[in-house]
C-alpha cells in the first residue's frame, strides 16, 4: 500500500488518535467513582446530540446497535401485537426481522430500495390500521445510503398517536435528530459510527411514552431489560460488566464532538456528502439513492456496466489503501453497488483520496483514464476548515 489505509466503510469508523490514547488508559473498577462519572458524562453528551428531552432516559449497553434494535423490540412489544415496520433497504428490514422474531404481526410499509418512506404512505396505511400502536422507522438507511424524511414520517405517526421509535444508529451525531422537536420517542445508535468509537456500545434514549408503552408489554427480555438498566443508570452503573475501554473512547469522541459544534459537525458530513456523490457520479458511477434523499454519512453508488465490484474494491484496497464497502441485499443492481463511508473523523483530505484511488482503479479497469474529473467535480463542495483537526 502506498498510502496508510483508509477505512471508507459506514462503519466502524476511523478513529481519531484522541480517541486512541483514551482507549490505553488503565482498566478501572466498572463499580466505582471513576466510571459512574464517566457514564454520567457519557449519557448527558448522548442525549445532547439527540436533542433528547430532559425526562428521557439515556441508557448504554455493551453490544453492536442491532443490540439496541432488540432491545426495542423486546421493551415495547407483545407477542401477537401488530406494529408497522416502515422498510427501504437491510436495515429496516432488520426491525421487521427482530420484531418477528419477538412474536409481533409485522405489518411492512415498504418501498423500493434506493427510494424514501413517503408520509402520505405511513398515514394512509396507518388510517387502516388504527389498532396499531407503535411505527418503527430507520431514519438513515446506510444499505442504500438514503435519509428518510424522518420528521415529517414521525408527525405523521405522531398525529396518529402511535409510539415513534427510531433507529438513528448512523445518523445521530453526524446529522440533525431532534427527538423531542420532532416527537420520537425512543432514539437508538450505536458507539461504532459518529461518535468515532470502536463498535461495542450501543444507546437507547427513551421518553416518557416509551416507558409507558414498555410498561405494557410482555415479551421476555433479561439482557437488554430496560427497567434494569435504568436502576443501575441511577446508580451510575449498567447492570452488567461493560466495555470500559469503548466507554473512555465514546467520552472522548463526545468532546471533540463539542470542540467541532454540532451544528459544523452536521455541516462537514453534508458537505463531504454532496462531494462525495459529485466525485463518484463524474467519475462514471451512478448515485442509487434518489436526488434529495441522498446521506450525508454513506453514498451509495452503482458501478459501470462491465466492472466487476469484487476486482474494483480489491484493488482500491491492494494498490491505494482505500476499504470501501459493497452492497447489500439480494437484488441484481446490489451487486454493482458499492458504499463510501464518510462519518466521524472523516475531512475534506480524506474524500479527496478515495476520489482519486477511484479514477486510478477504473483506469486500470480500462474504464476511463484517470483525468482528474472526480476530484474537479468534488472541489466546490471541499471547502471549508479542516475537520477534526485534533486528530
Known amino acids: 500500500m502506498i498510502f ?10 476511523p478513529l481519531p488518535d484522541r480517541v486512541l490514547r483514551a482507549m490505553s488508559r488503565p482498566m478501572i473498577d466498572h463499580r466505582g467513582p471513576e466510571f459512574a462519572a464517566i457514564l454520567k ?21 455493551t453490544s453492536s446497535g442491532t443490540g439496541a434494535m432488540e432491545a426495542a423490540v423486546a421493551n415495547l412489544v407483545s407477542p401477537g401485537e401488530r406494529v408497522v415496520v416502515c422498510t427501504c433497504g437491510a436495515f429496516g428490514e432488520r426491525f421487521a426481522d427482530i420484531n418477528r422474531a419477538f412474536g409481533a404481526d409485522v405489518v411492512k410499509l415498504e418501498v423500493e430500495w434506493g427510494q424514501p418512506v413517503e408520509p402520505d404512505d405511513l398515514r394512509d396505511l396507518l388510517a387502516s390500521h388504527p389498532e396499531v400502536e407503535k411505527v418503527f422507522l430507520t431514519h438513515n438507511e446506510t444499505s442504500t ?19 415513534v421509535v427510531v433507529d438513528a ?9 431532534e427527538m423531542e422537536a420532532w416527537g420520537l420517542d425512543v432514539v437508538i445508535s450505536g458507539s461504532q459510527k459518529g461518535w468515532m468509537a470502536p463498535p461495542g456500545l450501543a444507546f437507547a434514549a427513551i421518553g416518557p411514552r416509551g416507558w409507558e408503552a414498555a410498561a405494557r408489554a410482555t415479551s421476555p427480555r433479561y439482557y437488554f431489560d430496560w427497567r434494569s438498566a435504568r436502576t443501575w443508570a441511577e446508580k451510575g452503573f449498567t447492570p452488567t460488566t461493560p466495555s470500559v475501554s469503548v466507554a473512555f473512547a465514546v467520552q472522548e469522541g463526545l468532546k471533540l464532538l463539542s470542540e467541532e459544534g454540532l451544528q459544523n459537525v452536521y455541516a462537514r458530513h453534508r458537505r463531504l456528502g454532496e ?46 489503501g482505500v476499504v470501501i464497502a459493497s452492497g447489500r441485499g439480494t437484488a441484481p443492481v446490489s451487486a454493482r453497488i458499492v458504499r463510501v463511508g464518510h462519518l466521524g473523523a472523516v475531512s475534506e483530505g480524506d474524500i479527496a483520496i478515495v476520489l482519486w484511488a477511484v479514477e486510478q482503479a477504473l483506469e486500470e479497469l480500462d474504464f476511463r483514464a484517470a483525468d482528474g474529473r472526480a476530484l ?16
Open 169 to 177: 444508529i448512523s445518523s445521530a451525531s453526524s446529522m440533525p435528530v
Open 376 to 391: 474537479n467535480a468534488a472541489q466546490p463542495h471541499l471547502t471549508g476548515t479542516e475537520a477534526v483537526a485534533a486528530r
Open 145 to 163: 445510503g438514503l435519509t428518510n424524511p424522518l420528521q415529517a414520517l414521525a408527525r405523521v405517526a405522531g398525529q396518529a398517536g402511535k409510539i
Open 41 to 61: 458524562e457519557i449519557s448527558a453528551g448522548v442525549k445532547e446530540a439527540m436533542a433528547a428531552p430532559a425526562a428521557a432516559d439515556l441508557l448504554v449497553f
Open 4 to 13: 496508510q489505509p483508509q477505512l471508507r466503510i459506514p462503519g466502524p469508523t
Open 275 to 320: 462531494a462525495c456523490v459529485a466525485g463518484l457520479q463524474a467519475a462514471g458511477l451512478q448515485p442509487f439513492a434518489a436526488e434529495g434523499y441522498r446521506s450525508a454519512t454513506v453514498t451509495s453508488a452503482v458501478l459501470p456496466e462491465g466492472i466487476d465490484t469484487d476486482a474494483f474494491r480489491a484493488l482500491l484496497r491492494e494498490k491505494y
